[in-house]
């Protein structure tokens, strides 16, 4: 349930501006608000569990995905 309600609050700003800028006729704000929400939701999200996760990472894989830093 309370996922349910997280994901309606969430949405609710892009399911009103959406229809509001194609009604006046302005395409782009509907655009880019639904690119924008869809690019920037996972990634706040990702953040986010990514500061409380207690999730280390194994020295060989930072050799190998970032060896400037080894």
Known sequence: ????CASTASTLPEL???PAGVKHKEQ?????TLVGSNITNPLVA???DALISTYAVPEPLIGWDLPWET
């Open 28 to 32: 782009g704000i509907s655009l880019g």
């Open 16 to 18: 009103t501006t959406a």
């Open 1 to 4: 349930m309370a996922v349910t």
């Open 46 to 48: 990702v953040g986010d």
